[in-house]
Nanobody, 127 residues
Framework: QVHMVESGGGLVQAGGSLRLSCAAS????????MGWFRQAPGKDREFVAS????????IYGDSVKGRFIISRENAKNMLYLQMNDLKSEDTGVYYCAARRDLQFTAGSPDERHYGPWGQGTQVTIFA
């Protein structure tokens, strides 16, 4: 298992940008595909983006395609989410997590494939 700690959330005006970071406590981070998910108040957790263990392939949710970029630095045990052209509907708590099964090197949009989950970081977009 890889335990992650999210940071970088905040209050941003619509149209602005924000970069989220996620730090892993284990050196085995580089072996895991990773994902970002978010949860708005009163809604289920939603897939945002995922990345393969090497960083070579990414998957994005339809609502963020063309605006968000997922990346990683394995040497630093870090995962990132660059968020551009932010909209009010991007508001929510953002979580990162490692894909549980190492035999799957690519990411997945299914939250059941990930864990454990951290505390998340709050992102609030205002008009």
């Amino acid at each position: 298992q890889v335990h992650m700690v999210e940071s970088g959330g905040g209050l941003v005006q619509a149209g602005g940008s924000l970069r989220l970071s996620c730090a892993a406590s284990e050196r085995t981070f580089s072996q895991y595909a990773m994902g970002w998910f978010r949860q708005a108040p009163g809604k289920d957790r939603e897939f945002v983006a995922s990345i393969s263990w090497s960083g070579a392939s990414q998957i994005y949710g339809d609502s963020v395609k063309g605006r968000f970029i997922i990346s990683r630095e394995n040497a630093k045990n870090m995962l990132y989410l660059q968020m551009n052209d932010l909209k009010s509907e991007d508001t929510g708590v953002y979580y990162c997590a490692a894909r549980r099964d190492l035999q799957f090197t690519a990411g997945s949009p299914d939250e059941r494939h990930y864990g454990p989950w951290g505390q998340g970081t709050q992102v609030t977009i205002f008009a």
